[in-house]
């Protein structure tokens, strides 16, 4: 039975793609494809419906962000989230610094479903979204 | 067309001085021995995202303007404020990061590094501990246990294996590099006979979709360096090593802890401890006593989940039991090419190593008042510098919110997102491509950048753009001063 909602652990981190998009140029498209991605669980999509290369809308008390589904590929990782470093990942990681400087970039609870008729935004217009400029 | 050789890669902690390139009409054309990442830099840093001359924002636009403009704009920005941040400092020279201290120090600022969002955490760990440690040369000829403990050296640091640990010639120890190709053949030639044996039985047998952690392979007992992974999730680097611990994620403090118990020789009345059966990890332990030559390599696995800092603690506390058993030493994985130097700077100048106050006139720091991303969450600026960094990508939502209500002056030689929300835009040269300069390598080893090209007309180095943002605050305050003398 396909759930609507799911919920999971988020992580963000680096991947080799994001570090070759970075220096490429955050406003290449490599960087695009690298960091608007988040990985899941393969049986944690079929959960919400979708499949690879899906749109899903992720969620946490900092707010929410349409990503490209992405499986990931190395082994099971149920009930976790994956999104590469980026402002992708930032509009909804936690702020809480826990009063020693780092926010909390790993392991926020966070829900994840199903958005394939939405679009993820570009750097500009994530950027324009989040802060007017 | 010119060969220039030696040359240090300026992206990521490990700083490979080894890095040859092809230069042609003064344009980088070919890179030998560098990375994917290293490579993407050296072809890529001319590309269309260049920033080529200094920006203003007027009615919501960023349009060109001269240099003179933007310096005068900036210093005048800095030189009325407050309680401006200055921020960044990771991704340039440590000459231009002696200039930024004074620069701060001129304007009564905070200067804080990227430390903050990275390693920030490991450096008040070793302010409550200490760190054993060394550098990556006695780890590369001597080291025949290496573990990576929350970090993916494949992804951030992808020569790292390379040339300070498991596939690497040291003096003592050999690369594991035929050992790992040996390994991939029989993995390849493992799933072909599983992939044929479930054609035959035309029921293929469903793999299980959890997470599961096995025990120490006989490997691991046989002679060579050995390579361990505990992460949360098995990425490349955890596919390459010979032993795989997979930790619950917040829950490395809890098996570092067990660990230490262990190594002590002490017991433990519970069967798993953060999702490893504790059988398992007894042969972890024994493992790490057992090694003549340890080192754990941590990242922001550790830097960033729960407990923070005291994971980086309780990490250097597992190292130094160990030490009264055998030799282990522990590196944090440093990610921006000169973020140690950063520190490095930052503390011999002002005594700390980030989030260091200048606003009473003299340096204070208190790591959750004095560090920027707190200062930007409770929104106590009023002005920000950004050098070298871009925490319009690599910061929560809510602290550039509120970085971009107010004045926002940006030094960077890309069009990032920090530069598209900037007011004021300073385009620099690249370090270590078409600037010279000094970086920290991530075991504190200074290495020189070269200059290999010229760089873009008009466009200076951060340093050059730092000392005269400096000079213009000078004059600026000097005549404040006087008129107020004059009154």
């Known amino acids: ?133 | 067309m010119s060969i220039v050789k030696s040359v240090t890669c300026p992206i990521c902690g490990c700083l490979c001085d080894d890095i040859e390139l092809t230069v042609e009409n003064n344009e980088v054309v070919k890179v030998k021995n560098g990375c994917a990442i290293c490579e993407s830099k050296f072809i890529g840093y001319r590309g269309h995202h260049r920033i080529l001359t200094p920006m203003m924002r007027k009615e919501g636009k960023l349009v060109p303007v001269s240099m003179d403009q933007a310096v005068h704009a900036a210093a005048e920005v800095l030189a009325n404020a407050n309680y401006p941040i200055l921020y960044g400092w990771s991704s340039t020279s440590s000459e231009a990061q002696r200039v930024g201290v004074e620069l701060t120090e001129e304007v009564g600022g905070i200067m804080d590094n990227t430390a903050v969002v990275c390693h920030g955490p490991s450096i008040l760990g070793v302010q409550e501990v200490g760190i054993p440690t060394c550098t990556l040369g006695q780890i590369r000829h001597r080291a025949d246990l290496i573990i990576y403990w929350g970090c993916d050296p494949w992804s951030a640091h992808p020569r790292h294996l390379e040339r300070y640990t498991s596939f690497t010639e040291g003096r003592f120890e050999q690369s594991q590099w035929k050992a790992y190709m040996q390994k991939l053949k029989a993995q390849a030639g493992q799933k072909k006979v599983e992939s044929a044996t479930a054609r035959i039985d035309a029921v293929r047998t469903p793999k299980p979709q959890t997470c599961t952690v096995s025990g120490m392979p006989q490997t691991m007992h046989s002679d060579g360096r050995k390579l361990i992974v505990v992460d949360v999730r098995k990425t490349m680097s955890a596919e390459m090593a010979d032993y795989f611990i997979q930790v619950e994620p917040n829950k490395d403090y809890e098996l570092m802890q067990t660990l230490r118990v262990l190594v002590g020789d002490g017991e433990v009345d519970v069967e798993k401890v953060a999702g490893v059966p504790v059988e398992y990890l007894k042969e972890v332990a024994d493992a790490l006593v057992n090694c003549e030559f340890g080192v754990i390599f941590f990242g922001m696995g550790l830097t960033q989940s729960a407990g923070k800092f005291r994971n980086i603690e309780i990490a250097i506390q597992l190292v130094r039991d160990l030490n009264s058993k055998t030799k282990f030493v522990i590196m944090p994985m440093r990610g921006h090419f000169n973020v140690t130097g950063a520190n490095v700077v930052s503390a011999w100048q002002s005594g700390y190593p980030y989030g260091v106050d200048f606003s009473l006139g003299y340096p204070r720091y208190n790591p959750g008042e004095t560090t920027c991303m707190d200062v930007l969450i409770r929104d106590e600026l009023d002005a920000s510098l950004v050098i070298a960094a871009d925490p319009g990508s690599n910061f929560p939502k809510k602290a550039v919110e509120n970085m971009v209500k107010h004045p926002l002056i940006v030094i960077d030689p890309h069009m990032n997102a920090t530069s598209m929300l900037g007011d004021i835009v300073f385009p620099s040269a690249f370090v270590g491509i078409e600037v010279g300069g000094t970086a920290y390598r991530m075991d504190h080893v200074p290495l020189p950048l070269k200059k290999v090209v010229e760089p873009p007309k008009g466009v200076f180095s951060d340093e050059e753009i730092l000392t005269r943002i400096l000079k213009e605050v000078k004059m600026i305050k000097a005549k404040k001063a006087a008129k107020k003398a004059e009154a």
Request: charged residues 25%; glycine residues 10%.
């Open chain 1, 1 to 133: 039975m396909v759930e609507q909602k799911l919920k999971v652990t988020l992580l963000s981190g680096r991947t080799i793609e994001q570090g070759v998009g970075k220096e490429k140029g955050k406003s290449s498209n490599e960087y695009f494809d690298a960091c608007s991605m988040c990985y899941m669980d393969g049986e944690d999509m079929k959960k919400i419906g979708v499949k690879s290369n899906t749109n899903i809308l992720v969620s946490t008390d900092e707010g929410s962000v349409v990503l490209k589904a992405v499986k990931y590929p190395r082994a099971p990782t149920p009930g976790l989230i994956y999104i590469p470093y980026g402002p992708w990942a930032n509009a909804i990681c936690s702020s809480k610094t826990t009063s020693i400087g780092m926010p909390t970039f790993k392991g926020t609870p966070a829900e994840v479903e199903a958005a394939p008729d939405s679009k993820v935004l570009t750097m500009a217009e994530l950027l324009k979204s989040e802060f007017g400029r």
